[in-house]
């Protein structure tokens, strides 16, 4: 067991794969460096540029090689820095790296991780600040992940290079430097949500760096006698319905938190899937459908903070 | 109009995989009547190829000219107009048509269809629905070539075919600076029809073409009369042999021209019926046979080797229609392992 960052989590996963397995290439901007945010930091002169992979600013590109390489024997980690960059190579990811296997009758299949950091990011705007994984949630063939911790970062990126399918990988820029400890031989099942606290009052779902704030609205409620259960997803897509439902079963409310756009996040779904089966008062929160500003109050006012999540969990208990 | 000279057991090879083509077309074309509602046609129910039928009637020379020296090590992907190099790839004839008529013993179980044919037991890794995507894609096969030379064949290439429609796409620019940066075994082939789907490409494409951005990437690129089949395989023999030595990428410029519409039910009402007259004068598998006639072949060989065409298109069609269409389960298979089951 090791303390260590969310991104030295992922170096050291990603790490550990490509040396037990000579199929594992990465490719993307600024890999040489390490990634722009550490997140590949030693892998170069550990494995060398034919598999650490430097490439143009050629997103299509990026993606599209990567799926070429999957259908020919490697398993390639493709990093898109920020999401926001990823929208140019919605083509190759969507219908060239998804709908692969089921179009060409499942004579192939492409084994490629896309890293797409998401969210808001010190004063980074409109073009570098989104989380868009409701996207990817609606696109058959993809899985879609968003790991909170450290430990979950670790274990599924390792997860997510082995399961086989054309993986949407969501890191959160603000998680980066968190710390936690990382046991390396710890797994974590794709579609299998943490039940991070137990409470009987209300459920919050979420995923990726709201988890964190979802937990600390958790603390204020229960200073206010308010029991919080918090599942964190971890899994967008295929979700774990077995957890939410338990909980939602348990505690009779449910709030779903994230930090993308309420309006089709992916929130709306899980709330929508709840309420066919009708057994909680529901509530879901995301921020307002507007683009992300700079300046900081503007950034802040699209947030969806601890204060907030709290004072719907209030609302949606009536208190 | 002049054949380059190749020996005549070679010219024979590619005037046969041209026939084999055409005839694959010509049925396809006959099989989708009253498909795809479009062009002003209205869908009827009889069509046994339902769907967009994009046509590479007139084509043949490219495929079978660059694909002649192939080996089932490489891989290939391909466009829309992709049954030429699906056949000349090695495919199985009888399996393609079965996917064009949607059944469940095509290549891709009746998934995919003309769209998405496909054959990546002999390095088919695909035709595209979507122009130049197959690009990068090729790009993908030739870097793993390399990264993987230690294990089995070093000396393989990835080749891709676009139209001249795809130049104009991001993709194909990103594609040749890469495959140049990283100097990968990669042959791009621009089939130019001079149609962009129902638009003059050159009315809307700066400079000199598809060469000329290869070029100014630093390929080596060569243009060639592609409906002389002869011509097309010489010079795609010699860019390929220089490729497999480590050499790095070249671009084959084919100037050939699209005998068909955008797609099976397109008359093609808008282009100039002369322009079509004036190509079928250029037909490349008249110049195929007149050049073995010449070279000592009898009328009556040169006959025979489209009849034989013929005949197994025929026979593949009769089996097509006859075969099961895939179970409705397949509509929920081979889309993932993840999740397997959680379709809604």
């Not at chain 1, 990603?14 to 990634?35: S, T, Y």
């Not at chain 1, 903070?305 to 709290?310: C, E, K, Q, R, Y």
């Not at chain 2, 595209?128 to 197959?134: H, L, R």
């Amino acid at each position: 067991m090791a303390v260590m960052t969310y991104a030295a989590a992922a170096a050291s996963a990603l790490n550990d794969a490509m040396r037990a397995d000579p199929a594992i290439v990465a490719l993307g901007e600024d890999l040489g460096r390490g990634g722009i945010f550490g997140q590949y930091a030693g892998l170069l002169a550990a494995f060398g540029p034919e598999r650490v992979i430097d490439t143009p600013i050629s997103e299509a590109t990026i993606v599209g090689a990567a799926v070429g390489m999957a259908l020919t024997g490697l398993k390639p980690v493709v990093e898109m820095r920020v999401i926001d960059f990823a929208l140019c190579a919605m083509d190759e990811i969507v219908n060239q790296a998804a709908k692969n296997r089921f179009m060409f009758g499942g004579q192939g299949r492409v084994p490629a991780v896309i890293r797409m950091p998401i969210g808001v990011w010190t004063s980074s705007a409109a073009q570098h600040s989104q989380s868009l994984e409701s996207w990817f949630a609606h696109v058959p063939g993809l899985v879609v992940l968003a790991p909170a911790t450290p430990q979950d970062n670790h274990a599924l990126l390792k997860a997510a290079i082995a399961c086989g399918d054309p993986v949407a990988y969501f890191e959160h820029k603000e998680l980066w430097p968190l710390q936690g400890e990382v046991d390396a031989d710890q797994r974590t099942e794709i579609g299998k949500a943490a039940i991070r606290r137990v409470g009987s009052d209300i459920t919050i779902v979420s995923w990726s760096k709201a988890v964190h704030w979802s937990l600390e609205a958790a603390e204020a409620l229960a200073a206010e006698g308010i029991q919080a259960e918090m599942i964190d997803l971890r899994t967008i897509w295929p979700w774990d319905r077995d957890a939410v439902f338990a909980s939602a079963a348990k505690t009779g409310h449910v709030l779903i938190a994230h930090e993308a756009v309420q309006a089709a996040g992916f929130g709306a779904e899980i709330a929508a899937t709840l309420a066919e089966a009708g057994n909680a008062k529901l509530a879901r929160l995301g921020a307002k459908r507007a683009p992300v500003g700079y300046a900081p109050n503007l950034e802040a006012a699209v947030r969806v903070t601890p204060a907030v999540i709290a004072a719907k969990a209030r609302a949606l208990l009536g208190r | 109009m002049s054949q380059s000279n190749i020996p005549l057991s070679h010219l024979r090879a590619l005037y046969a995989m041209m026939c084999r083509i055409r005839a694959f077309e010509d049925a396809a074309e006959i099989a989708s009547k009253g498909g795809v509602a479009a062009f002003g046609q209205a869908a009827g129910s009889t069509a046994h190829v339902r769907g967009p039928l994009h046509l590479s009637t007139g084509q043949e020379a490219v495929p079978a000219g660059v694909c002649a020296h192939l080996r089932p090590a490489d891989y290939m992907t391909s466009t829309h107009r992709g049954h030429g190099h699906t056949l000349a790839k090695g495919a199985d004839l009888a399996g393609m048509m079965h996917e064009l008529f949607g059944k469940a013993t095509g290549f891709c179980g009746g998934r995919g269809g003309s769209m998405h044919i496909a054959d990546f037991s002999v390095g088919m890794l695909g035709a595209n629905g979507v122009v130049a995507a197959g690009i990068p894609i090729a790009v993908g096969a030739a870097q793993s070539i390399k990264i993987r030379a230690s294990h089995g064949n070093p000396d393989a290439i990835a080749v891709t075919f676009f139209g001249d429609g795809a130049i104009n796409r991001g993709p194909f620019a990103e594609s040749l600076n890469w495959a140049a940066a990283f100097k990968l075994p990669l042959l791009f082939v621009c089939e130019d029809n001079q149609w962009s789907a129902t638009t003059k490409t050159g009315a809307m494409s700066a400079g000199e073409g598809a060469a000329a951005r290869a070029r100014a990437h630093g390929l080596v690129a060569e243009t060639v009369d592609g409906n002389d089949v002869g011509a097309v395989s010489e010079t795609a023999r010699a860019l390929i042999a220089d490729i497999r030595q480590g050499k790095g990428p070249a671009l084959l410029h084919a100037r050939t021209y699209r005998f068909k519409g955008h797609v099976s039910v397109d008359p093609a009402a808008y282009r100039d019926p002369k322009e079509l007259e004036a190509a079928l004068e250029h037909d490349p598998l008249v110049l195929a046979a007149r050049k073995l006639i010449q070279l000592g072949i009898n009328v009556a060989d040169v006959d025979s080797i489209m009849q034989a065409a013929r005949e197994e298109v025929a026979a593949a069609v009769a089996s097509a229609d006859g075969a099961a269409w895939p179970d409705d389960a397949a509509a929920f298979t081979e889309i993932q392992s993840m999740g397997a089951g959680q379709w809604l």
